[in-house]
Each structure stands twice: as structure tokens, then as C-alpha cells.
């Protein structure tokens, strides 16, 4: 295989590191993404603050329609029926697309040493997670752990987009310094 790559000149690592630029999404998803961010945080306050106000369920939205509303169940299985609040489901979805959108948009210098910062900080992201969910697991125990799972969720990409633009901000200082 190795003959046969050196022969057709490939370079795998050249073509799996350099190319990943194609997989970033335009620049203009940066603000999207940060309004996005914006509504899904205020959102998530209020929702702190005023649980019993923001309460939103199928059958509400299916009213907003003109649908008829949909028989809720009275039981306490967990499972979803139509009188599930689904307020913070979409929070959820408001904060991780936003996060995708503001973590994997293209920079406006996007060069290799850009990309190299990138990799970089998802893989930093990837064990500080790590070590955040490993203590976690040793110091909560029972249904305190449920939270910690939800946020869970979201920390990995939210540290990434800190590690990543902290790392962009030190490379620059450091480059205007040195002109």
C-alpha cells in the first residue's frame, strides 16, 4: 500500500489535514450561530427563573395550527406524551446548533496554522471534558447525575469554541508582538 501511494505521489496526511477546510461551514454561520446562541441563553434563563410561565407542550403547539389538541397520559413512566414540556428540548436544540455554527465556521484568515490550532483545541476540548465527566461520575452519584449528563452534552463543543478562540487570540497577540 505504501509502495503504491508513494507511486501515485498521495500523501494521506496532506490530503486528510489540509483538505478539512471544505468541511467547515461559511463564515456568515459565525453570527447566525452567535444569535442563536444569544436567544437559546436568554431563553435558558427565563426558563430558570420562570419554569411554570415558559411551559410549552405539543398540544400547544399543535393550538397555534388549529389542531386539535392530542389526549396527554396521566402516568409518570417518563415517556413522552403531548403534555411533555418541551421547553428545554428546544434550548437544547437552540444551543447545540448555534454552538456547531460558531465552533465550525470558517475564520476570515482560515490558513494551515489555523486548522493546526483547531485540531488542537478539540482534542484539548475532548480531555478536559474527559476529566470534568471522570470527577463527575466519582463525586455525584444517583438522579444529582442527570444534570451533569444533560451539561455533559454540551460541554465538549463549548469547550472547544473557548479553547479555540483563546488559542486564536494568544497566536495573534504574539504575532502583532513580534512585528
Given at each position: 500500500m505504501y509502495i503504491l501511494c508513494n507511486e501515485l505521489n498521495f500523501n494521506f496526511k496532506?490530503?486528510?489535514?489540509?483538505?478539512?477546510?471544505?468541511?467547515?461551514?461559511?463564515?456568515?454561520f459565525k453570527v447566525a450561530g452567535l444569535c442563536l446562541f444569544a436567544v437559546g441563553a436568554i431563553l435558558g434563563v427565563l426558563y430558570c427563573l420562570l419554569p411554570d410561565s415558559l411551559q410549552l407542550t405539543l398540544n400547544d403547539l399543535r393550538g397555534l395550527?388549529?389542531?386539535?389538541?392530542?389526549?396527554?397520559?396521566?402516568?409518570?413512566?417518563?415517556?413522552f406524551n403531548a403534555g411533555s414540556d418541551l421547553t428545554l428540548t428546544f434550548i437544547g436544540v437552540l444551543m447545540v446548533v448555534a454552538g456547531v455554527f460558531i465552533g465550525f465556521s470558517r475564520n476570515k484568515d482560515e490558513d494551515e496554522f489555523i486548522e493546526q490550532i483547531r485540531y488542537e483545541s478539540l482534542q484539548l476540548s475532548v480531555y478536559l471534558n474527559s476529566i470534568v465527566l471522570v470527577v463527575c461520575l466519582i463525586f455525584v452519584w444517583g438522579l444529582s447525575f442527570?444534570?451533569?449528563?444533560?451539561?455533559?452534552?454540551?460541554?465538549?463543543?463549548?469547550?472547544?469554541?473557548?479553547?479555540?478562540?483563546?488559542?486564536?487570540?494568544?497566536?495573534?497577540?504574539?504575532?502583532?508582538?513580534e512585528e
Open positions: 496532506s490530503y486528510f489535514i489540509m483538505k478539512t477546510t471544505r468541511m467547515l461551514l461559511p463564515r456568515s395550527f388549529g389542531a386539535e389538541p392530542l389526549p396527554t397520559k396521566t402516568d409518570f413512566s417518563g415517556s442527570l444534570p451533569v449528563m444533560f451539561c455533559s452534552l454540551f460541554s465538549l463543543l463549548y469547550f472547544f469554541i473557548i479553547c479555540f478562540y483563546i488559542r486564536v487570540l494568544i497566536n495573534k497577540k504574539t504575532m502583532r508582538n
